[in-house]
């Protein structure tokens, strides 16, 4: 079966990163998910195009920076007019708080063969044309440590404005669920993801309800550290072509921790 894309610098500041001030809520649309509280996921940006003169939500992506994004690979062409929303909670309505930026400079990991999607290097970034102001409503994400791995059914939440059923529509309230880890022994076994699971992925979910879909491509997976800490571990890079939450296909995510080089040096670079 063919794999279906879904569409750590950090400047200081009072607010620090991956502490929420409007915690998240402990429940398990992304799809089968809930409505998350709103900006209870601060660094959650919706990366959109311009489409007939509308503004059109096409991915995630997580704001590590005040004027970086990081997002996935297959989110970006270089074709297309984008802009990113910080602050955002329901895409159809002005809220308080949330700002559209235009992108200054869009860096795509050299490596990433959009042919190719399960050869991994599935990670992007948006530099800003401007810092955003950090708020209750738009705040950083934190990075895990190089090299860092999950355990088997870690807790973890996926988050994003995706499809809330396969082929379904998209969503208008960012959605949550909560989406165990998988650890790489798993989710590599054969009637799992097999061969197509790199070391530089991790997975989340595979119950069969749960799961990523279109429109989730880019954004977080969400896990807390032992100190309290929103981390994000993954971005989300491809689902099943049986289904967005087919079982023993959990979501795949590009496993932040496998990039920490890159991303540091990208910035730095830029």
């Given at each position: 079966m063919l794999p279906i894309v879904l569409a750590s610098i950090l400047f200081a500041s009072a607010y620090g990163c991956g502490n929420p001030p409007i915690e998240p809520a402990n429940t398990p649309r992304v799809v089968n998910g809930v409505d998350a509280r709103p900006n209870s996921w601060p660094w959650q940006i919706s990366l959109q195009y311009l489409r007939d003169g509308e503004w059109r939500h096409t991915c995630g992506g997580s704001l590590i920076a005040t004027n970086w994004v990081m997002t996935a690979a297959h989110c970006i062409n270089t074709k297309l007019t984008y802009r990113v929303f910080v602050g955002k909670h329901n895409l159809l309505v002005d809220e308080p708080g949330s700002q559209a930026i235009t992108p200054e400079q869009l860096i795509v990991h050299e490596k990433w063969n959009p042919i190719f999607v399960a050869l991994g290097n599935d990670v992007a970034l948006i530099k800003l044309?401007?810092?955003?102001?950090?708020?209750?409503?738009?705040q950083l994400a934190c990075m895990p440590a190089p090299g860092t791995l999950l355990p088997n059914n870690y807790p973890c939440y996926i988050t994003g404005w995706g499809r809330l059923?396969?082929?379904?529509?998209?969503?208008?309230?960012?959605?949550?669920?909560?989406?165990?880890?998988?650890d790489h022994a798993t989710c590599s076994q054969p009637d799992w993801w097999g061969v197509a699971l790199r070391t530089s992925m991790v997975c989340a979910g595979g119950d069969g309800i749960v799961g990523g879909c279109n429109g989730d491509s880019g954004g977080p997976l969400n896990?807390?550290?032992?100190?309290?800490?929103?981390?994000?571990?993954?971005?989300?890079?491809?689902?099943?072509?049986?289904?967005?939450?087919?079982?023993?296909?959990?979501?795949?995510?590009?496993r932040v921790s496998a990039f920490n080089d890159w991303i540091n040096q990208a910035m730095m670079n830029n």
């Open positions: 044309s401007e810092h955003v102001t950090l708020s209750d409503k738009v059923y396969t082929n379904g529509p998209i969503a208008d309230n960012l959605q949550q669920a909560l989406m165990p880890a998988v896990c807390k550290n032992a100190n309290g800490i929103w981390e994000v571990h993954g971005i989300a890079s491809f689902v099943s072509g049986l289904g967005c939450n087919y079982e023993k296909k959990p979501t795949v995510f590009t």
